[in-house]
């Protein structure tokens, strides 16, 4: 089955092939006596052959091509008011170009994934030389003997310029695909790398949770170890105990998926430093492309005066992140103007970081609570539910346990927040 479809769509190939060669081949000009045609189609059916057609026969795609020319000669031929009789015998040179052609490209070029761009230059230009002459030479009236030498040095200099012309758009086309698949690459980076940083934001707390996972399975068992010398049902006394094993169960399946999702992370994403300016930059690809899915006019404004290499660099963008999205999703109703602004410093021994925003604000009333645990304003308007409030807490937490840094904010209600983040230096950039 696989097979049917593989060779259908090669058909399918090969007849758009064929007919856009077919169709190019209409542009031309008669440089020799006899009806003798330089094409333009000469420069398409190479480029086609190695690229759209880089897993189908090179002579395969060659003989419809040449049937695909010869018809479609013949029938303006006979439009025009010409006979099959005479477009045969007047096409029938170019048929043969088309499938010489083919022919001369599988003798020279054994595989088309692997042939260098410096060999398929020599490839192409023998291939469109050698058919000329071949063509040239079953063509009665565009032999002359006279001529010989000059008609040999017209045809190498046609077949070195549709040469030079198929090489450089083939090359070109290389370097785009190169573009798009470095792009690509970039991309994919930037979602592993942010899909890291989550990941590991959520392992931080899951962490934090297992200790008190720790802490309710000791209960449990003091709870059994003071129910033990009462005077209780025994049943009471076994309850409480398998209270004790289960909270023991359910910590160790806990710690078997933090490890695991650890594991993976370290399988798919092994880069152990980067620079601050390119977690910056990560952030402001995003940020736009979180700007643009909620159709949101804010203007960015990142600045990086004191760049630095990093080893943290997952928890940085965590918490950068967290407080940008944060700004965003409090101006999503804002107005035109809004900015989010990201401006980093070495000011002595500290890196100071500022996120600042001209959005609605905190009011007095929320302010003293936005990092503790739990505490949240936001809730899907989708569904009603309040979001975890785990965000400000967690960036809070990361900056003072990990850093050992210092987060303080000051906001005015309806004129924006300004979050003033200190971080020792030595706690977060490398050595150089």
């Not at 189609?41 to 759209?52: A, E, F, N, W, Y």
């Not at 450089?168 to 573009?179: D, F, M, P, S, W």
Request: proline share 2%.
């Amino acid at each position: 089955m696989k097979k049917l479809l593989k060779n259908t769509n090669q058909n399918y190939i090969i007849a758009i092939i064929s007919v856009l060669v077919a169709l190019s081949s209409q542009l031309y000009f008669s440089g020799f006596a006899g009806g003798f045609r330089i094409s333009a189609s000469v420069i398409l059916l190479p480029l086609l052959i190695m690229t759209v057609g880089e897993d189908i026969s090179t002579v395969k795609i060659c003989f419809f091509t040449a049937l695909s020319v010869f018809l479609l000669r013949t029938l303006i031929f006979m439009l025009q008011g010409g006979t099959a009789g005479q477009a045969f015998f007047l096409y029938i040179p170019n048929l043969c170009f088309y499938i010489s052609y083919g022919v001369i490209f599988s003798i020279l070029c054994q595989n088309k994934h692997t042939v260098t761009y410096k060999k398929i230059f020599g490839i192409l230009y023998c291939c469109d030389f050698l058919s000329n002459i071949f063509e040239i030479c079953i063509t009665p009236s565009a032999l002359n003997p006279e001529n010989a030498v000059t008609t040999l040095s017209v045809l190498a200099g046609i077949a070195l310029v549709r040469t030079a012309v198929t090489w450089l758009i083939l090359v070109g086309e290389k370097q785009y695909r190169t573009l798009l698949q470095k792009e690509e690459h970039e991309k994919r980076y930037q979602r592993l790398f942010l899909m890291t940083t989550g990941l590991k934001n959520e392992i931080y707390f899951m962490k934090k949770n297992s200790e008190e996972i720790e802490n309710v399975m000791g209960t449990a068992y003091k709870l059994y170890e003071n129910l033990s010398s009462t005077d209780l049902p025994p049943e009471i006394k076994k309850m409480s105990l398998e209270l004790a094993k289960d909270v023991h169960e359910i910590k160790k399946d806990y710690i078997r998926i933090i490890k695991g999702i650890e594991n993976e992370i370290s399988e798919e994403y092994d880069e152990k430093q980067m620079k601050f300016s390119d977690i910056l930059h990560i952030l402001y690809d995003t940020t736009h492309h979180l700007l643009e899915s909620k159709n949101i006019d804010v203007v960015l404004n990142f600045n990086c005066n004191d760049d630095f290499i990093t080893n943290d660099h997952y928890e940085l963008m965590n918490i950068l992140k967290n407080l940008v999205t944060n700004a965003i999703e409090a101006m999503e109703t804002g107005e035109k103007g809004d900015t989010v602004t990201i401006s980093q410093s070495l000011v002595g021994s500290e890196y100071i970081f500022e996120i600042k925003d001209n959005g609605p604000g905190i009011s007095k009333r929320h302010l003293p609570n936005i990092f503790k645990m739990g505490y949240s304003t936001k809730f899907d308007t989708a569904t009603g539910n309040i979001y975890r409030g785990v965000g400000l807490c967690g960036v809070k937490a990361t900056i003072e346990e990990t850093f050992g840094g210092t987060i303080e904010v000051s906001s005015v209600f309806g004129d924006g927040t300004d979050f003033i983040i200190k971080i020792p230096k030595n706690s977060v950039s490398v050595k150089e």
